[in-house]
């Protein structure tokens, strides 16, 4: 199976789904990043590990409708089984979204469906909570609503430094990233059509 992996930024993300598919761990092959950001060092890691790095800047296009028409024109180009938002820092549109409906995947850091948006970290600490993490879900309509595929659990400690915790959070994405793209390509995670997120027995 054929995977897509867009990404605007340093590709921390993206280097754990490298290293996995490296590994024989990946359950597919991710053969093609594009950024809408044209010097995102997640580009460089694509073409150190050889795979097909596009630019699409959005700035080029008048409207969000032109960009994800152009995006959607670049992605299909390979036949993707799934779509991977990998730090994606752009708001896709309904007709973008529809087009991926059940093989799009996102990462979010924060246990959905807490902390919906930006800042999670921040906001999390300031409102004292003892438990922190991640998520990774399908991408719905609704930014960072879609189902949850997998979470991790981080634990807040008292007087939490914030940077440390952004980098226990950001450790637990790249360990689950890759387990649920695999799940995904295996067939053993679905969205099912009353919109869940379902997941099978090891067959
Ligand atoms: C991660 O924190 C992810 O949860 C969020 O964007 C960040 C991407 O980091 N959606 P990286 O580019 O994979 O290093």
């Known amino acids: ?15 754990a789904l490298l290293d996995a598919q490296a590994h024989d761990e990946l359950g597919g092959d991710i053969v093609a990043v594009v ?10 890691r694509a073409k150190d590990a050889g795979v097909d790095a596009v630019a699409l800047p959005h700035r080029e296009y008048d409207s969000r409708e032109a ?3 152009a995006l959607i024109k670049v992605i299909d180009r390979h036949e993707p089984h ?3 938002l ?12 529809d087009h991926y409906r059940g093989r799009m995947l996102n990462v979010h850091p924060s246990l959905l469906p807490a902390y919906q948006g930006l800042h999670t970290h921040q906001r999390a600490l300031a409102d004292g909570v003892e438990e922190h993490g991640v998520s ?6 609704e930014l960072d609503g879609g189902p949850v595929v997998i979470q991790a659990v981080v634990n807040v400690e008292p007087n939490q430094d ?6 226990k959070v950001h450790a637990r994405e790249h360990l689950i990233y890759p387990i649920a793209v695999r799940w995904f390509l295996e ?8 919109g869940k997120a379902t997941l099978d027995d090891i067959p």
């Open 67 to 69: 960009f994800d028409a």
């Open 1 to 15: 199976p054929r995977v897509v992996v867009l990404i605007s930024g340093n590709g921390s993300n993206l280097q």
């Open 86 to 97: 990998a730090g994606f820092m752009r708001i896709l549109t309904p007709g973008f979204v």
């Open 82 to 84: 799934l779509i991977v």
């Open 136 to 141: 990774v879900h399908f991408v719905t309509e």
């Open 162 to 167: 914030i940077d440390a915790l952004i980098e």
């Open 35 to 44: 950024s809408n950001k044209a010097d995102a060092y997640g580009l460089r």
């Open 187 to 194: 067939g053993r995670v679905k969205l099912s059509p009353q």
